[in-house]
């Protein structure tokens, strides 16, 4: 529940239970994910931003894809109009809830080199984009180098969009925290490490194998 919907609850309880009664009981047939879905499609119609960022989480919750979301967005076009479409979809992207982009072609050498080692400073989390897609490199020491794929193993949100805290990333969808020298779940406990990407340093530069 809302912060103000629980501020409503307690100062006017009467009115508070009815409203809270219809949003219970009014929509029965629908499943969680629809439901969602439609919502999505309601809040970038009326351009409420704060109800784009509780409900689109929710719908990744309940099952619906990136690409449903995405679906979601454009199905409002006929009553949102363009602009508030592209206001929803940079907030779905910055919120890492819509499919990545098709990545046009660069040449071998582009795709495999993540940079200079010697530019990535020691224990602090760097991320970088490539076409293949993002990654997360960590030096924990001058000999220690290593490279993640960025994407969250929980639910492949992008870890780069995470909170840094300086030797573990938190994701910023459910929380999950990893350590960034082993790539290892510290919470929840026993949750799926970060993916490990195979890299090697040749002539300098930290390269994807
Ligand atoms: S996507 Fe759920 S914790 Fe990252």
Same mark, same amino acid.
């Given at each position: 529940?809302? =912060? !103000? &919907?629980?501020?409503? %609850?307690?100062?006017?309880?009467?009115?508070?239970?009815? /409203?809270?009664? $219809?949003?219970?009981?009014?929509?029965?047939?629908?499943?969680?994910?629809?439901?969602?879905?439609?919502?999505?499609?309601?809040?970038?119609?009326?351009?409420?931003?704060?109800?784009?960022?509780?409900?689109?989480? =929710? !719908? &990744?919750?309940?099952? %619906?894809?990136?690409?449903?979301?995405?679906?979601?967005? /454009?199905?409002? $076009?006929?009553?949102?109009?363009?602009?508030?479409?592209?206001?929803?979809?940079?907030?779905?992207?910055?919120?890492?809830?819509?499919?990545?982009?098709?990545?046009?072609?660069?040449?071998?050498?582009?795709?495999?080199?993540?940079?200079?080692?010697?530019?990535?400073?020691?224990?602090?989390?760097?991320?970088?984009?490539?076409?293949?897609?993002?990654?997360?490199?960590?030096?924990?020491?001058?000999?220690?180098?290593?490279?993640?794929?960025?994407?969250?193993?929980?639910?492949?949100?992008?870890?780069?969009?995470?909170?840094?805290?300086?030797?573990?990333?938190?994701?910023?969808?459910?929380?999950?925290?990893?350590?960034?020298?082993?790539?290892?779940?510290?919470?929840?406990?026993?949750?799926?490490?970060?993916?490990?990407?195979?890299?090697?340093?040749?002539?300098?530069?930290?390269?994807?194998?």
């Amino acid at each position: 529940m809302s =912060k !103000a &919907l629980t501020y409503l %609850a307690k100062t006017r309880p009467e009115a508070a239970t009815h /409203l809270l009664s $219809f949003y219970k009981h009014s929509v029965q047939a629908l499943d969680e994910k629809t439901k969602c879905l439609i919502q999505i499609v309601t809040k970038v119609t009326v351009g409420t931003e704060r109800g784009l960022r509780q409900y689109a989480p =929710k !719908a &990744l919750k309940a099952g %619906a894809s990136r690409e449903e979301i995405l679906d979601a967005v /454009l199905m409002a $076009f006929p009553a949102a109009g363009l602009n508030k479409v592209l206001d929803a979809i940079d907030i779905m992207r910055e919120m890492d809830l819509l499919p990545e982009a098709p990545a046009s072609s660069p040449t071998a050498a582009e795709a495999q080199s993540l940079g200079l080692l010697a530019d990535f400073p020691l224990q602090r989390m760097q991320c970088v984009q490539r076409p293949s897609g993002d990654y997360i490199v960590y030096r924990s020491d001058a000999d220690t180098v290593v490279v993640y794929s960025a994407r969250c193993p929980h639910s492949k949100a992008n870890l780069c969009r995470g909170t840094d805290h300086g030797t573990q990333v938190e994701c910023r969808i459910h929380n999950w925290r990893f350590d960034l020298a082993t790539g290892v779940c510290i919470e929840p406990a026993g949750g799926a490490g970060m993916q490990v990407i195979p890299s090697v340093v040749r002539d300098g530069q930290l390269l994807l194998q």
